[in-house]
């Protein structure tokens, strides 16, 4: 298993966040979920401008076994999305954490940190769901 | 955990995700399924199959009791070797199972049937063996390797006992036979041209490297669920189960109804299916839309009714999703399925969607 970047936050759904300098949260999966997944073949993504609840379906994305959905880990506004994803979703396998990005959201507050992973907090989890 | 085949250690070795199968660990896949899928293809994919049921049938009347207890003839095994796809029904006419048959000898033909439904297949065979005499044995200590591609034959030749090898390639399609220690049979689950290899346990991971030494790539559940999908056979507990009728699953053409006068299982209400014209269709669907149809998914044809993916996925070899759907009768070639609240537009085709390496319908 490869190294988790540092520089993130983590979700229990295996995703991950970045803060840009813009202001906006980039957001992605982790190593893990698209080895899991497979063979990614298709992303679903959402409209820019969009609203985006804390927990609620922002994408979707599936491989050639499942579809899975990814959820938004704050609440938010559609900023920007991986248009480059919809003729080559394999990225997210090649990349999941730099040109496998999914959507960037404009987070509509503060961001509770406390609600997200720090790195070692997610490979505990990775640790306890290999046990 | 669950069963383990002789060659586990070969797929943990491989480095495969390993996932329950019908009580058994099998791999899913080594790596990329998309690449174990192109490998089949285009060039020769290994698959362990040793999880399949294989049981020999013997007896004076074997051939009697199979024309009874299958829905296809047997009666046309009439070459040794020679193999025969076939449903088996109850008595209301739906599908236990599907399997193959292979003609041995007048007083041995072997079976091959789902792992999923070992317990079933062999509890309702050795109960209507009964009156024939026949006895069943299931062969559990047999391992079973398909190799499957334009090239598996040439790469897996090595493989087989000298004496017999020039016999085994000449082996025509739809034909076994026994090659020393192993059986030997040009037959698949890929819609590619290939063998499956049974064998004695002991021999499965000695042979299972040389192919690997060969360059033949190891392919996991989920490359051959891609490439029956594609090749369009149909999958059992997905495209058709005790409730369907063998003429709702595209299984027609496993039907033998001549001779009128041959007796089996479920023939009288597979009689009065046949006659009913609003019987359900089975068709080959491509997604006109972005997107991966999945099993389950509700099919819609406007002004005619519904129906239901029953297999679906995404296609490597098309760079396309496509699917197997049960549909109401009607003459139609358009549909929508709906997936996650849209409707998304897909074509009716003719199947196979792949065969031998080649696209078969028109993108």
Known sequence: MSELPGDLLYTKEHEWLRREDDGTVSIGVTDHAQSALGDLVYVELPEIGQDVEEGGDMAVVESVKAASDVYAPIAGTVAAVNEELADTPETINSDPYGEGWIVKLQPSGDIDEGALMTPDAYQELLDEEEA | ?363
């Open chain 2, 1 to 363: 955990m669950g069963s383990k085949t002789p060659l586990y250690d070969k797929h943990v070795e491989a480095g495969a995700r390993i996932v329950d199968f019908g009580g058994w660990d099998m791999p899913l896949n080594y790596g990329s399924q998309k690449e174990e899928h192109h490998a089949v293809r285009q060039k020769a994919g290994m698959f362990d199959v040793s999880h399949m049921t294989i049981v020999d049938l013997t007896g004076e009347r074997v051939r009697d009791f199979l024309r009874y207890l299958v829905a296809n003839d047997v009666a046309k095994l009439q070459d040794p070797g020679k193999a025969l796809y076939t449903s088996m029904l109850n008595e209301n006419g739906g599908v236990i199972d599907d399997l193959i048959i292979y003609f041995m000898s007048e007083s041995w033909f072997r079976l091959v049937v789902n792992a999923a439904t070992r317990e079933k297949d062999l509890a309702w065979i050795r109960q209507q063996a009964e009156p024939f005499e026949v006895s069943v044995s299931e062969r559990a200590e047999l391992a079973m390797i398909a190799v499957q591609g334009p090239e598996a034959r040439e790469l897996a030749a090595p493989c087989i006992d000298a004496d017999h090898r020039d016999d085994a390639m000449a082996l025509k399609p739809f034909f076994g036979m026994e090659a020393g220690d192993m059986f030997v049979a040009r037959t698949g689950y890929t819609g590619e041209d290939g063998w499956e290899m049974v064998m004695p346990a002991a021999q499965a991971p000695s042979t299972w490297d040389r192919l690997l030494a060969a360059g033949v790539a190891p392919c996991g559940l989920a490359a051959r669920d891609t490439l029956r999908l594609e090749a369009a056979m149909n999958l059992y507990g997905s495209d058709m189960d005790e409730t369907v009728s063998p003429l709702e699953a595209g299984l027609g053409w496993t039907v033998a109804w001549e001779p009128a006068d041959r007796e089996f299982i479920g023939r009288e209400p597979l009689e009065a299916k046949r006659a009913d014209t609003n019987r359900m269709r089975f068709v080959g669907l491509l997604l006109e839309d972005k997107g991966v149809l999945r099993n389950h998914q509700r099919v819609v044809v406007d002004g005619v009714g519904d129906g239901e993916i029953t297999s679906g996925g995404f296609s490597p070899t098309i760079g396309r999703s496509i699917a197997l759907a049960r549909v109401p009768a009607g003459d139609y070639d358009r549909a929508q399925v709906e997936v996650r609240g849209k409707l998304l537009g897909v074509r009716i085709v003719k199947t196979p969607f792949v065969r031998n390496g080649e696209v078969r319908i028109d993108v």
